[in-house]
């Protein structure tokens, strides 16, 4: 008995005690007893698997239970201990399976992981044997034989192995001793022994109280009253046709359905053969589910069974016949699973918003699907929807990652609906869908784009200070800061003035302001460059080139550049009395540092000695003679010329011309005597050039005899030696495009006339090469000096344009000396 008892507390310790069995496969599993509380430590998983404490909650640890929406155990995050989350009933969880096991999983996210974690249920002796009923009617014939045998209706215990019941008791009496007998599966029932003849005349009944036992430490017990009437003789028990019945039953049969029959027979004839049936071991559930007819041994379903709930049931049925004699049999009834639940999607974990740029392969997502159905009807296919940049890939067990194949565009879809759908393999297929909204967050990939290309404007020039200019736009199709445009002006000079002193931008709206005032004559027309940055991280940028085009307003009035504008000297023309009607005299040169119809002057004499002799033309300033010259006419000529431009309101400008009509100018005493004291101090340097130009002449003459032979048949005839060229002096620096804009309209080159006896050149007469005008590319263009000998007048096509003369005009005056020319004397 001591050993039996050191024996027994040792089980105890060992239930109670927490085992950790580490796997192959890195599974643990761990042993604990039922109903520990809540909070109770199982084991260290983390240890035990040998996780980082660390990393436990930035990895999402936690506990799924398959099968079973109950969660019983959970995780500690700080510890990483398994503690009880809820009470553990082993008889309510696993019923009577001799193996109680609880099948839990931990899993981990980035990367995922998942552990197999066996949790094995023991048993405690928590329940006591039970009885199937409060008394135990038997009906014993008194002709019994000593010894005789008989089977008392079994005690059932909820508890299994050593804590189920192990031993019977029975109240000392004068007629029966207890025998423990032990079933085919293991189970203790007694049976009544005969110890002494029964006397119905003496004792009609035998009141008796049976105790059963179980093994539990402290032992628990149950018993049951058993009433015994003593009846005449009845020897033959009931005979099941089978010592056990098996029968296998569809779930969510309907109700009614018959699962089997159970038939005994009974040798005695009469009330001591018929046969009346009953439960005599069976658990409340099946209980709940199953009906037995005492008549006729027929086993119906009252419930709805669930494979998912219970896959078989197990129970006694009993056998007793008129008198009380009893034998039993055991029934299994299996439970066939059929296809009738559909997976169910389980979003495990989801990573939204997923940046635009992941790369292809990124997991966004972990998805679980579980069927409660077995075999193939819990075989799962996961399947996604089509033309979607994403895809599911298996992963672990039952676990999907959800992966992109291909790169996200948040400018072209901001979000996505994912549906996926889990299909079985049963027959017919069950299926279910889960729809997954994912967003694709922004991230800063597109710079600013201008809506043109390039951008022109037009502004008037004597702009207000700050006055907008122009404005450009740049859109950006990020999000929020990334899509939020700035912009600037790029750094730079404009005719040696920056940028910023020219113009400004508002970093919002994108307008350009003038800091100053413009002047067209400086500034025509330049070009600046705009950034537009958006607020990313790092930002992106584009700039565009802004065209600013300076409108000439009529500002400047016209300047006259021959005769002299200052009047340091007397310009004098000299028109030969035989000069003929519409014979040019001479020209009033004026520019005009305007632009455009601004600059298109127009010429006038609006005083005159003779108001009738002469006339200017009104767009080239020509001045020539409106009839011929008679004698009567004045030596002295004075016209006052006005130069007006064509803008509004018109700018004007007037100048004087002095004319001498002879033929002589020593006939001019008083002008001789006037254009002797004004030259008197340079007369030593005008003899010196008077010398040099006679030379000068005497060369050109040669060369100008041997060109006309050469260009005679190519090119008009000309002869030319600068007289009235403007020098460059008369030309400022704002009218390097007098050409362009046609300020100039007409280009001239003039002989010269000079009458004997001139101490000086201020006298002059002029004509041009012919009665209209000369191409723009040739008027002004280049002044020839001395000191440039080699410069464009020594080109033989200038010297031929110098020296070829048009058919026009046949003579050439030096003096009183005047040559025909005839071409075919050239």
């Known amino acids: 008995m001591k050993y039996t008892k050191n024996l027994m507390d040792f089980c105890v310790w060992l239930w109670l005690s927490i085992f950790i069995v580490q796997s192959a496969h890195g599974d643990v599993s761990y042993s604990i007893p039922e109903e520990l509380k809540r909070g109770s430590v199982i084991g260290n998983v983390a240890k035990d698997i040998g996780l980082d404490l660390k990393g436990l909650s930035g990895r999402k640890a936690r506990i799924d239970t398959e099968g079973n929406s109950r969660r019983f155990v959970d995780i500690n995050l700080r510890t990483g201990e398994l503690v009880v989350a809820e009470r553990i009933d082993r008889e309510e969880l696993c019923s009577e399976k001799l193996s109680c096991v609880l099948n839990v999983e931990l899993m981990l996210e980035t990367p995922l992981e998942l552990h197999r974690v066996l949790i094995e249920i023991k048993d405690i002796n928590d329940n006591s044997p039970i009885f199937p009923t409060d008394v135990i009617t038997l009906e014993i014939s008194e002709n019994a034989d000593k010894g005789a045998a008989f089977r008392v209706a079994g005690a059932h215990d909820a508890d299994i192995g050593q804590n189920a019941v192990q031993n019977y008791a029975l109240e000392n009496n004068n007629h029966f001793v207890l025998a423990v007998r032990t079933n085919d599966d293991g189970g203790k029932y007694s049976e009544l022994i005969l110890d002494k003849e029964l006397d119905?005349?003496?004792?009609?009944?035998?009141?008796?109280?049976?105790?059963?036992?179980?093994?539990?430490?402290?032992?628990?017990?149950?018993?049951?009253?058993?009433?015994?009437?003593?009846?005449d003789a009845n020897d033959n028990a009931p005979v099941f046709s089978q010592t056990a019945y098996k029968a296998s039953l569809p779930e969510n049969s309907p109700l009614d359905t018959v699962v089997l029959i159970v038939s005994a027979t009974d040798a005695d004839a009469g009330a001591n053969g018929e046969v009346t049936y009953e439960f005599s071991r069976i658990t409340e559930k099946a209980r709940k589910l199953f009906a037995l007819n005492h008549q006729s041994g027929e086993i119906r379903l009252i419930g709805s069974v669930d494979y998912e709930d219970e896959s078989k049931y197990e129970m006694r049925v009993q056998g007793k016949d008129g008198t009380g004699l009893t034998s039993d049999t055991k029934v299994s009834i299996e439970i066939i699973d059929v296809n009738d639940n559909a997976p169910v999607i389980y979003l495990k974990s989801l990573n939204s918003p997923v940046p635009e740029n992941a790369p292809p392969g990124t997991e966004v997502g972990i998805i679980n699907v579980q069927d409660r159905d077995s075999d193939s009807n819990r075989q799962i296919r996961c399947t996604i929807q089509q033309g979607v940049p994403f895809k599911l890939v298996p992963s672990i067990k039952n676990y999907f990652s959800l992966l992109t194949t291909g790169e996200l565009d948040r400018e072209l879809i901001t979000d996505y609906n994912i549906t996926i759908t889990a299909t079985d393999e049963g027959s017919p297929p069950l299926s279910s869908s889960k729809v997954v909204h994912?967003?694709?967050?922004?991230?800063?990939?597109?710079?600013?784009?201008?809506?043109?290309?390039?951008?022109?404007?037009?502004?008037?020039?004597?702009?207000?200070?700050?006055?907008?200019?122009?404005?450009?736009?740049?859109?950006?199709?990020?999000?929020?800061?990334?899509?939020?445009?700035?912009?600037?002006?790029?750094?730079?000079?404009?005719?040696?003035?920056?940028?910023?002193?020219?113009?400004?931008?508002?970093?919002?709206?994108?307008?350009?302001?003038?800091?100053?005032?413009?002047?067209?004559?400086?500034?025509?027309?330049?070009?600046?460059?705009?950034?537009a940055r958006d607020n990313g991280s790092p930002p992106l940028s584009s700039n565009v080139t802004v065209s600013i085009h300076v409108v000439d307003v009529n500002d400047n009035s016209p300047q006259i550049l021959y005769p002299s504008p200052d009047g340091s000297s007397v310009m004098t023309e000299l028109?030969?009395?035989?000069?003929?009607?519409?014979?040019?005299?001479s020209k009033v040169i004026a520019v005009d540092a305007d632009s455009g119809q601004n600059a298109w002057l127009s010429y006038s004499i609006i005083k005159a000695t003779d108001p009738g002799l002469?006339?200017?033309?009104?767009?080239?300033?020509?001045?020539?003679?409106?009839?011929?010259?008679?004698?009567?006419?004045?030596?002295?000529?004075?016209?006052?010329?006005?130069?007006?431009?064509?803008?509004?309101?018109?700018?004007?400008?007037?100048?004087?011309?002095?004319?001498?009509?002879?033929?002589?100018?020593?006939?001019?005493?008083?002008?001789?005597?006037?254009?002797?004291?004004?030259?008197?101090?340079?007369?030593?340097?005008?003899?010196?050039?008077?010398?040099?130009?006679?030379?000068?002449?005497?060369?050109?003459?040669?060369?100008?005899?041997?060109?006309?032979?050469?260009?005679?048949?190519?090119?008009?005839?000309?002869?030319?030696?600068?007289?009235?060229?403007?020098?460059?002096?008369?030309?400022?620096?704002?009218?390097?495009?007098?050409?362009?804009?046609?300020?100039?309209?007409?280009?001239?080159?003039?002989?010269?006339?000079l009458t004997t006896?001139?101490?000086?050149?201020?006298?002059?007469?002029?004509?041009?090469?012919?009665?209209?005008?000369?191409?723009?590319?040739?008027?002004?263009?280049?002044?020839?000096?001395?000191?440039?000998?080699?410069?464009?007048?020594?080109?033989?096509?200038?010297?031929?344009?110098?020296?070829?003369?048009?058919?026009?005009?046949?003579?050439?005056?030096?003096?009183?000396?005047?040559?025909?020319?005839?071409?075919?004397?050239?």
């Open 200 to 231: 119905r005349e003496k004792e009609e009944e035998v009141k008796l109280v049976l105790k059963a036992l179980d093994g539990g430490n402290p032992a628990k017990s149950g018993s049951v009253a058993i009433h015994i009437t003593v009846l």
């Open 438 to 531: 994912l967003s694709v967050a922004d991230v800063n990939d597109n710079p600013p784009v201008f809506s043109k290309q390039s951008y022109i404007a037009h502004v008037t020039e004597n702009n207000s200070q700050g006055s907008s200019v122009a404005s450009v736009t740049a859109t950006d199709p990020d999000w929020r800061q990334n899509g939020t445009v700035i912009y600037s002006l790029l750094p730079g000079e404009v005719n040696g003035f920056p940028v910023s002193a020219l113009l400004s931008i508002n970093g919002d709206t994108g307008v350009i302001h003038a800091v100053r005032s413009f002047d067209y004559e400086q500034f025509k027309d330049f070009k600046v460059k705009v950034l």
């Open 575 to 585: 028109v030969p009395r035989a000069a003929p009607a519409a014979s040019l005299v």
């Open 614 to 753: 002469f006339t200017i033309g009104v767009h080239s300033g020509e001045i020539r003679t409106q009839r011929d010259i008679s004698e009567s006419d004045a030596i002295k000529q004075d016209l006052i010329v006005s130069v007006k431009d064509n803008g509004q309101p018109s700018l004007s400008v007037t100048c004087t011309m002095y004319l001498v009509i002879s033929d002589n100018l020593a006939d001019i005493p008083e002008l001789k005597d006037r254009s002797h004291e004004d030259s008197s101090s340079k007369l030593t340097t005008y003899l010196i050039i008077a010398l040099v130009s006679v030379s000068t002449f005497f060369l050109t003459f040669m060369i100008i005899a041997l060109a006309v032979r050469f260009c005679h048949r190519r090119k008009p005839r000309l002869l030319f030696d600068g007289a009235v060229a403007i020098p460059s002096a008369y030309l400022p620096p704002n009218y390097a495009d007098v050409d362009g804009t046609m300020t100039l309209r007409s280009g001239y080159n003039y002989d010269a006339y």
């Open 757 to 826: 006896g001139s101490r000086t050149s201020d006298f002059k007469f002029v004509q041009s090469y012919n009665d209209g005008t000369l191409l723009a590319d040739r008027t002004l263009s280049k002044s020839c000096t001395a000191d440039e000998p080699f410069g464009p007048c020594d080109e033989p096509e200038t010297l031929l344009q110098i020296c070829c003369p048009p058919p026009s005009q046949r003579y050439c005056n030096i003096g009183d000396f005047t040559a025909e020319h005839m071409d075919d004397q050239e």
